[in-house]
């Protein structure tokens, strides 16, 4: 399973972008799609995450991120309004999903988008 993320860029504070992350190889099934990010210096954080129809989001970003998927199409969305400077940071997307009916499930990480957001 490979994902590719895209979308992430460089917009101003109050801005909004898209983040698109699709899956392509050996697929049976995806369990949880999420995003994580990372600003330099500091761990890698959950900012959303999406099971079936139910979604889970930091608290930092709640009100101002919707995350998305289209199962036909096997990909994940971030949508980001309202962003600050403090969301700066690479985003990754993950896939926890079976590659096989026979295999347990594993993560699956996108290569990492940057979002930058000035003031």
């Known amino acids: 399973v490979q994902l590719q993320a895209s979308g992430g860029g460089l917009v101003q504070a109050g801005g909004s972008l898209r983040l698109s992350c699709a899956a392509s190889?050996?697929?049976?099934?995806?369990?949880?799609m999420g995003w994580y990010r990372q600003a330099p210096g500091k761990q890698r954080e959950l900012v959303a995450a999406?099971?079936?129809?139910?979604?889970n989001y930091a608290d930092s970003v709640k009100g101002r991120f919707t995350i998305s998927r289209d199962n036909a199409k096997n990909t994940v969305y971030l949508q980001m309004n309202s962003l600050k400077p403090e969301d700066t940071a690479v985003y990754y997307c993950?896939?926890?999903?079976?590659?096989?009916?026979?295999?347990?499930?594993?993560?699956?990480w996108g290569q990492g988008t940057q979002v930058t957001v000035s003031s």
């Open positions: 993950n896939f926890r999903a079976r590659s096989t009916k026979f295999e347990s499930s594993n993560d699956y």
């Open positions: 999406i099971l079936g129809s139910a979604t």
């Open positions: 190889g050996s697929i049976f099934s995806i369990i949880v």
